[in-house]
């Protein structure tokens, strides 16, 4: 294991030793292989760099008490990257690819993952781009895609801490836009709203970021910053917006399932209107990132009004089971009922 600070460890790059790389051309992929160089030298004309012909996942690899390491539910990811690709005019990058890719950058860069306990786990980031000769609007004459990794550590280092947000006038995405599939552009139209957001804190209240209403009503939550959102209702419901325009996070859906599954709770994909907020007794943001993020208060900036959610400044008890079980799933310390998890090795 590389000497890192394992317990303290942020979210930036750091260079690993191996990425992976496959190429498309003349309508198939290449084998791919494994590089240490971390530069991509292409051509001035990629649709990638135009006209944002480019898409990206997020997964992680963890390792366990017994040493070994997990993936958590990698096919999901492929499968959504496929339908990324389907939306931008993209060659699908087929599942055992995909795969195949995450597993040998994370065998071949182990030492950079740490040790169970500490929080540290290896972050991998696939992505898919247009490249080659080309300057028309059209899809790319060539492909690339590439995994790299980077070792990131705990989101959250003294347990799970409560944010507080705010809406914006801004939306992430249109009704029939790309809002649901997870593109670069999405990422580059959310700088600004998450800046405007950081600015609107004050000496008492510090804003994580920006919460996305409904593109056409401005009246129902879809996402918070880069994060999907539940809710946990006075009566015991998990509920989390339905939108075509939401990004469907893995860590939503598999949270949804504990939910219901394992907690025996009613779950529900429905409208969450911004002034009903004061249904709910606990609330989150959830991504591979941090899993969970609770939500302390949300400040509705169109109607001057503000929700507060949790009262005292700690997660609530169905957020932590929540947490503490796809923690666990992901870990190995919880049975995999479910086929979530992929072995490394
Ligand atoms: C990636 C992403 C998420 C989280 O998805 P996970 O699969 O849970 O990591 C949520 N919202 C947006 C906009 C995203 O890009």
Not at 15 to 21: A, E, H, Q, V
Not at 265 to 270: F, K
Request: with cysteine; proline share 5%.
């Amino acid at each position: 294991m590389k000497d890192l600070d394992w317990n303290n460890l942020g979210f930036s790059y750091i260079k690993t030793d191996y990425r992976f790389i496959a190429h498309w051309k003349d309508g198939k992929w290449d084998e791919g292989k494994l590089t240490t160089d971390n530069m991509l030298h292409i051509h001035e004309g990629s649709t990638e760099i135009h006209y944002g012909q480019q898409c990206f996942e997020g997964l992680k690899a963890y390792r366990c008490k017994d040493g070994s390491i997990n993936l958590f539910r990698p096919d999901q990811n492929a499968k959504r990257m496929q339908h990324t690709s389907d939306r931008l005019l993209m060659p699908r990058v087929p599942t055992e690819l995909f795969i195949r890719a995450c597993k040998e950058v994370v065998k071949a860069n182990q030492e950079w993952l740490g040790p169970y306990g500490s929080g540290a786990t290896l972050y991998l980031r696939p992505f898919l781009f247009g490249t080659g000769e080309n300057i028309g609007v059209k899809t790319a004459p060539e492909f690339i895609f590439s995994v790299f990794c980077c070792p990131v550590g705990a989101y959250f280092k003294g347990g799970l801490a409560p944010s507080n947000f705010i809406t914006t006038d801004y939306d992430r995405a249109a009704p029939m836009g790309t809002g649901g599939v997870k593109v670069g552009g999405n990422y580059a139209a959310s700088l600004l709203p998450h800046e405007l957001a950081a600015e609107a804190s004050t000496p008492e209240r510090k804003f994580a970021d920006a919460i996305y209403l409904d593109p056409k009503t401005h009246t129902k939550i879809e996402e918070v910053g880069a994060a999907n959102f539940f809710g946990i209702t006075k009566d015991n419901k998990f509920i989390t917006p339905a939108s075509e325009s939401i990004l469907p996070s893995i860590t939503k859906y598999s949270l949804l399932y504990i939910a219901k599954e394992r907690l025996g709770m009613e779950a529900i994909e429905g409208d969450v209107y911004i002034d009903q907020l004061n249904q709910f007794a606990e609330a989150g943001a959830c991504g591979t990132a941090a899993v969970i993020s609770p939500i302390e208060r949300i400040d509705d900036l169109e109607n001057g009004k503000s929700y507060v959610i949790s009262k005292d400044g700690k997660p609530g008890p169905v957020c932590e089971k929540l947490y503490n079980k796809l923690r666990g799933i992901q870990y190995g310390d919880e049975p995999d009922t479910h086929g979530w998890v992929t072995i490394v090795e």
